[in-house]
């Protein structure tokens, strides 16, 4: 049988129901505005015949641009735009920076019960509104061993409209990923890396870029000052996230502490 694979929009709290209702043991997503190769679902199926150890697919995703491409998108940037190639050849994602994309990916159905399931937290249809909830439940499947596979053969090709080309965009997405990384390193890591994060990127290879940055733009090296502004930008938003975070966390403690009898 195929996978069975979710219509509509991005929402993951309904995602969760999906994942309850499906039949199959493969469960396929795709966004609304992508259009699939015609053997795409077979090709994701093919990607667990290869490995049994195999629990999810990251399929590759080609852009059709809606608007002008800017001059300052640096192609390293693509993927915050759902842009997902890296070649015509499959490979492991563990050890990269690369997790599956909800706009062309594939997950076992019962990897994801067994590991709870999409985080409702993450996604932008979620309850912090930021991203990273492919990225949250696949560091969940690699801390099981299991392995997750880039399969370029899976493709789709996937709109990018005019109004995620714009510098306001962009800094409101590199904003939110550094909080999502925030709550990355919150789970699943621990005090130690978000103190690394906080040091290193807020006062020292932050500046440094930041600078750098401007330095492109005077010289009118556009591409390479939006690369380098990110990490600045990204940085603020984890340290932001962290201070909310804390925040809570020091409010709710003193109210505990309140109702606490003399």
């Not at 997503?29 to 090709?43: F, G, H, L």
Request: proline fraction near 6%; glycine fraction near 10%.
């Amino acid at each position: 049988a195929g996978p069975d694979h979710p219509a509509g929009p991005r929402d993951y709290a309904a995602w969760r129901q999906e994942l309850e209702a499906a039949r199959g043991d493969i469960v396929a997503y795709i966004d609304d505005d992508a259009i699939a190769a015609p053997d795409w679902a077979a090709q994701h199926l093919r990607a667990y015949e290869t490995d049994p150890e195999v629990r999810g697919v990251m399929g590759r995703i080609f852009p059709v641009w809606e608007g002008e491409r800017p001059d300052w998108l640096d192609p390293l940037l693509e993927s915050y735009l759902t842009v997902c190639d890296y070649g015509d050849e499959p490979f492991d994602l563990a050890g990269t920076t690369h997790a599956p994309v909800g706009a062309n990916m594939s997950l076992s159905r019962p990897a994801m019960i067994e590991v709870g399931g999409f985080d409702v937290r993450f996604g932008f249809g979620g309850l912090d509104k930021i991203p990273g909830e492919e990225n949250e439940i696949a560091r969940r499947m690699w801390a099981k061993g299991w392995k997750l596979v880039y399969w370029p053969a899976a493709s789709v090709q996937h709109g990018v409209p005019a109004d995620r080309m714009t510098v306001k965009w962009f800094k409101k997405r590199v904003f939110d990923q550094g909080r999502c990384e925030y709550l990355f390193d919150a789970e699943h890591s621990g005090a130690g890396k978000i103190a690394r994060r906080v040091l290193v990127g807020g006062l020292a290879r932050g500046p440094v870029l930041a600078a750098a940055a401007c330095v492109d733009l005077l010289t009118g090296n556009r591409a390479r000052a939006a690369r380098r502004a990110c990490v600045p930008w990204a940085t603020l938003g984890y340290i932001r996230e962290l201070a909310v975070r804390r925040g809570r966390t020091a409010h709710a403690s003193s109210a505990r502490d309140k109702e606490v009898p003399a």
